[in-house]
């Protein structure tokens, strides 16, 4: 206690201790700031294994910014009177965990368990849409902090500890440690194999954990299938939703973190695949169009179109000349009309620019992305982290794809129905509803490949109506 690391860091108090690992609240001199720091010691304890797998986590805690994963901050040598070994360095979240949570005596309702799935989802979504993919391997009540609870909100959960975090990097046949957590491990963990959907093993049974107050080990089980439902009253869509986040077998459970918000947020499960014949799982293709940003994603399961920003065009330009002689307006030598002129042309100038910023951020960093299955059809929009989601619906038959060009709206006012206002677009059907996709973001080149790609995936004949 009160050790200073590397004349900067004084400890304050221990946080957890696990072999040859040790966990401390610290407050950095320099900042003032209160950080986590996981101490590594040589001793007796320690195994080369443990230091890959440290210096593993520092490695990948480093590529990482979530709100809702704390900061990577330091990497240090430590070699003093108390300590000798490896220090990481991490933002400090105050709050407790969910195992602590439980063990003070507090319960979870439904929806507050369905909120803090959503949450984790989100987190497990952007771990594994990482390259390579992230997985944490390690999700428990344990590692996973809840803060700020309110009335109507079950807090703000943080997902901890990634000391045993692993990227899909290695291939095949290479050797792979074997962590994890009893109780919270899927069957493949246990032979050393880990894929994204394992995290989603491990949320189900955390979740499992919530909704009953029992560790999965307490409940029944047959061959890592976790016998939930006689120990707590659910509504048995959300029951089905848990039951194939934990299925055992890798074929037959939820096969991404975003299929499983989507199923979450639609109350929607697809059949489960019995054939095994038929299964070419997880097999993932990705599709590219010469002269085009645009990349398709193809599994067995959904097929993805990921649309880039699409940069700066004719529109940010125009909006760009069109300001630029109001903005030599402002300049001290122009300023020779009278005073209410002159503010009338700097509010016009400050209203254009406003147009142009927003017209400039989402030509820069706007993407959005269009997930097609076989009975629904899911769009999202991103923006600097904030997702802006819509779903179009579950058809009882296949979806419909055909190429239609239709008439846009300019940036300020609809365009007559002239050959310059149209562009190209999706038309695609679901139930015989009809959905205009992607209007202004494809060139016909694009939309036609788009449609090829689509027909082909979901083995649909061009429309007939």
Same mark, same amino acid.
């Given at each position: 206690?009160?050790?200073?690391?590397?004349?900067?860091?004084?400890?304050?108090?221990?946080?957890? %201790?696990?072999?040859?690992?040790?966990?401390?609240?610290?407050?950095?001199?320099?900042?003032?700031?209160?950080?986590?720091?996981?101490?590594?010691?040589?001793?007796?304890?320690?195994?080369?294994?443990?230091?890959?797998?440290?210096?593993?986590?520092?490695?990948?805690?480093?590529?990482?910014?979530?709100?809702?994963?704390?900061?990577?901050?330091?990497?240090?040598?430590?070699?003093?009177? *108390?300590?000798?070994?490896?220090?990481?360095?991490?933002?400090?979240?105050?709050?407790?965990?969910?195992?602590? /949570?439980?063990?003070?005596?507090?319960?979870?309702?439904?929806?507050?368990?369905?909120?803090?799935?959503?949450?984790?989802?989100?987190?497990?979504?952007?771990?594994?849409?990482?390259?390579?993919?992230?997985?944490?391997?390690?999700?428990?009540?344990?590692?996973?902090?809840?803060?700020?609870?309110?009335?109507?909100?079950?807090?703000?959960?943080?997902?901890?500890?990634?000391?045993?975090?692993?990227?899909?990097?290695?291939?095949?046949?290479?050797?792979?440690?074997?962590?994890?957590?009893?109780?919270?491990?899927?069957?493949?963990?246990?032979?050393?194999? *880990?894929?994204?959907?394992?995290?989603?093993?491990?949320?189900?049974?955390?979740?499992?954990?919530?909704?009953?107050?029992?560790?999965?080990?307490?409940?029944?089980?047959?061959?890592? %299938?976790?016998?939930?439902?006689?120990?707590?009253?659910?509504?048995?869509?959300?029951?089905?939703?848990?039951?194939?986040?934990?299925?055992?077998?890798?074929?037959?459970?939820?096969?991404?973190?975003?299929?499983?918000?989507?199923?979450?947020?639609?109350?929607?499960?697809?059949?489960?695949?019995?054939?095994?014949?038929?299964?070419?799982? %997880?097999?993932? *293709?990705?599709?590219?169009?010469?002269?085009?940003?645009?990349?398709?994603?193809?599994?067995?399961?959904?097929?993805?179109?990921?649309?880039?920003?699409?940069?700066?065009?004719?529109?940010?330009?125009?909006?760009?000349?069109?300001?630029?002689?109001?903005?030599?307006?402002?300049?001290?030598?122009?300023?020779?009309?009278?005073?209410?002129?002159?503010?009338?042309?700097?509010?016009?100038?400050? *209203?254009?620019?406003?147009?142009?910023?927003?017209?400039?951020?989402?030509?820069?960093?706007?993407?959005?992305?269009?997930?097609?299955?076989?009975?629904?059809?899911?769009?999202? /929009?991103?923006?600097?982290?904030?997702?802006?989601?819509? /779903?179009?619906?579950?058809?009882?038959?296949?979806?419909?794809?055909?190429?239609?060009?239709?008439?846009?709206?300019?940036?300020?006012?609809?365009?007559?129905?002239?050959?310059?206002?149209?562009?190209?677009?999706?038309?695609?059907?679901?139930?015989?509803?009809?959905?205009?996709?992607?209007?202004?973001?494809?060139?016909?080149?694009?939309?036609?490949?788009?449609?090829?790609?689509?027909?082909?995936?979901?083995?649909?004949?061009?429309?007939?109506?």
């Amino acid at each position: 206690m009160n050790d200073i690391l590397h004349g900067r860091y004084e400890i304050q108090q221990p946080l957890g %201790r696990q072999a040859g690992r040790q966990t401390f609240l610290a407050r950095d001199l320099q900042t003032q700031a209160q950080v986590v720091i996981k101490l590594l010691t040589l001793g007796k304890e320690f195994q080369w294994q443990d230091l890959k797998l440290f210096e593993r986590e520092a490695s990948i805690l480093q590529t990482l910014s979530h709100p809702a994963i704390p900061r990577y901050l330091n990497y240090l040598d430590v070699d003093s009177p *108390a300590y000798k070994g490896f220090a990481l360095v991490q933002s400090y979240v105050e709050a407790k965990s969910l195992e602590e /949570h439980l063990k003070a005596g507090r319960t979870f309702s439904e929806a507050e368990v369905k909120q803090l799935a959503k949450a984790l989802l989100e987190v497990l979504i952007y771990l594994h849409q990482q390259s390579p993919p992230v997985i944490h391997r390690d999700i428990k009540p344990s590692n996973i902090l809840l803060s700020n609870r309110s009335g109507h909100s079950a807090g703000e959960a943080f997902l901890v500890d990634f000391g045993s975090v692993q990227t899909l990097a290695a291939k095949e046949g290479s050797t792979i440690t074997v962590v994890g957590t009893y109780g919270y491990m899927p069957p493949e963990q246990f032979g050393g194999r *880990a894929v994204p959907a394992s995290d989603l093993y491990s949320l189900g049974a955390t979740l499992i954990f919530l909704v009953t107050g029992q560790h999965p080990t307490e409940l029944s089980q047959d061959d890592f %299938r976790i016998h939930f439902r006689q120990a707590v009253t659910l509504d048995s869509t959300f029951a089905d939703w848990l039951e194939r986040l934990t299925e055992p077998s890798l074929d037959r459970r939820l096969a991404s973190a975003e299929e499983a918000l989507l199923a979450l947020e639609t109350a929607y499960l697809k059949p489960q695949i019995s054939d095994r014949s038929d299964l070419t799982f %997880r097999s993932e *293709a990705m599709s590219y169009l010469p002269g085009s940003d645009i990349v398709v994603t193809k599994t067995p399961d959904f097929l993805e179109i990921l649309i880039p920003p699409e940069g700066v065009g004719l529109k940010e330009l125009s909006l760009l000349a069109l300001n630029t002689p109001l903005w030599l307006f402002w300049l001290p030598q122009y300023q020779t009309y009278p005073g209410e002129f002159s503010q009338l042309v700097q509010f016009i100038s400050i *209203a254009l620019s406003g147009f142009l910023a927003i017209a400039l951020i989402r030509a820069l960093f706007k993407k959005t992305r269009l997930r097609v299955s076989k009975e629904s059809i899911f769009i999202t /929009h991103e923006l600097f982290g904030w997702k802006r989601r819509k /779903h179009l619906g579950v058809g009882k038959q296949k979806p419909n794809v055909e190429f239609d060009i239709v008439s846009t709206s300019s940036f300020f006012y609809s365009y007559p129905e002239t050959e310059l206002s149209k562009k190209p677009c999706l038309k695609i059907w679901v139930n015989n509803e009809k959905h205009l996709l992607l209007s202004g973001l494809l060139t016909e080149y694009e939309a036609r490949w788009l449609i090829r790609e689509l027909r082909t995936w979901l083995k649909v004949e061009p429309d007939k109506q």
